[in-house]
T-cell receptor, first 113, second 113 residues
Framework: GENVEQHPSTLSVQEGDSAVIKCTYS??????FPWYKQELGKRPQLIIDIRSNVGEKKDQRIAVTLNKTAKHFSLHITETQPEDSAVYFCAANDSGGYQKVTFGIGTKLQVIP | IAGITQAPTSQILAAGRRMTLRCTQD?????MYWYRQDLGLGLRLIHY???????GKGEVPDGYSVSRANTDDFPLTLASAVPSQTSVYFCASSPTGSDYGYTFGSGTRLTVV
């Protein structure tokens, strides 16, 4: 099955700086890579996703990049704000018709005002 | 109902008791999932269902059972609760599961004493 590794586990940045979270996956057939944000005490929410037919996708201050050859993908947050503080999860879909994704362990991002 | 609803919000349960966590969605999503979230362990898949009438085991299925009698409902049952099942439980749904994002419920905080 798919294995997703995520790092760092914790990340602290100053407000206004950029934050980068990296993930690797094991299944070369994976073709869908979502990212979720979970604020303290809340449910995870999808913030951006990327499919294997593109290498980069942007949505305002967040962007994802995908390197299929190296089997890694990253989340980039620019001009960080205190409200970006949360736990971020990456995920990759499982091939073989299992209709599910495998999540990374999560990264706790703290933006220091 | 708008989206996906879980009940109860929280519960304290005596060890050995039977408990069913409820999950209902009104988005006509085919795929549904149950995750547990424990500090430092991320989101671990308990059971999933690709479509009504089918279910599958996830990463940590022992002690849990599910059913999917129709598209909207996906209850999770703990037959005989143990303290190690103390956790936050999230239900999620997706149109297909493998290449669309998940919508999560608000979670059930379960404490087994």
């Amino acid at each position: 099955g798919e294995n997703v590794e995520q790092h760092p586990s914790t990340l602290s940045v100053q407000e206004g700086d950029s934050a980068v979270i990296k993930c690797t996956y094991s299944d070369s057939a994976s073709n869908y890579f979502p990212w979720y944000k979970q604020e303290l005490g809340k449910r995870p929410q999808l913030i951006i996703d990327i499919r294997s037919n593109v290498g980069e996708k942007k949505d305002q201050r967040i962007a994802v990049t995908l390197n299929k050859t190296a089997k890694h993908f990253s989340l980039h947050i620019t001009e960080t704000q205190p409200e970006d503080s949360a736990v971020y999860f990456c995920a990759a879909n499982d091939s073989g018709g299992y209709q599910k994704v495998t999540f990374g362990i999560g990264t706790k991002l703290q933006v220091i005002p | 109902i708008a989206g996906i609803t879980q009940a109860p919000t929280s519960q304290i349960l005596a060890a050995g008791r039977r408990m069913t966590l409820r999950c209902t969605q009104d988005m006509r999503h085919n795929a549904m999932y149950w995750y547990r979230q424990d500090l430092g362990l991320g989101l671990r898949l308990i059971h999933y269902s690709n479509t009504a009438g089918t279910t599958g085991k996830g990463e940590v299925p022992d002690g849990y059972s599910v059913s999917r009698a129709n598209t909207d409902d996906f209850p999770l049952t703990l037959a005989s609760a143990v303290p190690s099942q103390t956790s936050v439980y999230f239900c999620a749904s997706s149109p297909t599961g493998s290449d669309y994002g998940y919508t999560f419920g608000s979670g059930t905080r379960l404490t087994v004493v």
